[in-house]
């Protein structure tokens, strides 16, 4: 099974996390571009430099740490990749209402992650355990 060392997880949560209050501070809606990037790369080429440079300062190795599933953290950043590239469109285009309800949801979802409930976990298990049912109620 393939993980993720929970440090860099939480790194790439901050990240995040801290993009979206800049832009909310500053008004400068380029700045979502960064987590979004590093998102899409992570999501594309399995590479976030987020991650990557996050990694150079773990003290132990890697697998020292608790670890996080890769695949559900690939659905979490997937669904934060979504609502980046909406509340930024939502910038571009001057919809302000979209641009915050997307930001406020990403920024959420991270926090709340970061203080240990992962919403995107939960969405994951109960679209497994639909699909479960849905094949059951098949046979």
Known sequence: MKTVPKPLVLTNQWFIVLSVL???VTGWSWILLLPLIA???GLIFHFNPV???AKTFLLKPPS??????????????MIAVVCLAIGLIGYAMHWMILAYVFTTLV?????IAILGFCVGCFIRFQ????QYRRKS???
Do not use: C
Not at 64 to 77: G, K, P, S, V, W
Not at 107 to 111: E, H, I, N, Q
């Open 51 to 53: 991650m990557k440079a």
């Open 39 to 41: 998102g899409l790369m």
């Open 22 to 24: 800049a832009v909310w």
């Open 64 to 77: 020292a740490y608790t670890q996080e599933d890769f695949d559900q953290q690939q659905f979490n950043q």
């Open 127 to 130: 679209w497994q355990q639909y």
């Open 107 to 111: 920024f959420l979802a991270a926090f």
């Open 137 to 139: 109620n098949r046979v």
